[in-house]
């Protein structure tokens, strides 16, 4: 497929779920490359506007050039962005000491609640079928339990360079830290620099990396 034939097929993706879902409907936005491609094809198809929330998990572990970039977009492109947090575990939780009760403290509990208090019934994601061996069979339209709610996942057949391609093609901004040797942004303690022949999350905590399957049975992306 070309670039063209992709962001086609993730259009039509995005066009179901703004039909299926409507006002329950919401996207995700961490300030990373992949999140920004899937709010630009979203702006791109409904009128250089996102019409429904645009969720942000904040760990309070971010880098903060990455959170001043998620600020920027959303004040540049009319957002409306919802900072979820989990106030209480950010402050007792033994940072990083227990990879998963970690993830599933700062990341996952919000995000569950935030779908339950909004009344989100579909949620856009930007996972890619390349990036990590446990999205590698996620289907575009995925169902979720807990709580029930429609996971919707437009691009996950671009690979990483599709995506820097898109953001070249249309002149995105993009957050400063991709051009300092990161590739992949999560968490400061959880994220590091790797070179461009290493694989795209190689700067990722290997051991978050070995338990992605448990995480994503959680909630997790």
Known sequence: MTLADKIEESLSIIGYAIKEFGESLALTFSGGKDSLVVLHLTRS???????????????????????????KIASLWGLNLIIVKN????????????KQACCQALKIQPLNEAIVKYNIRGLITAIRWDEQEARASEQPISPRETPPHIRIHPILQFNEADIWDYIHEFKLPYCELYDKGYRSLSCIPCTGKCHEDDSERMGRSAKKEKIMNDLRLLGYF
Do not use: Y
Request: glycine letters at 2%; a negative charge; aromatic letters at 8%.
């Open 45 to 71: 198809l409904c009128g250089d506007t996102v019409p429904f929330p645009v969720l942000s998990i904040d760990t309070t572990m971010k880098f903060p050039e990455t959170i001043q970039f998620r600020d």
């Open 87 to 98: 106030e209480k575990a950010a402050e007792i939780i033994e940072i990083v000491k227990d």
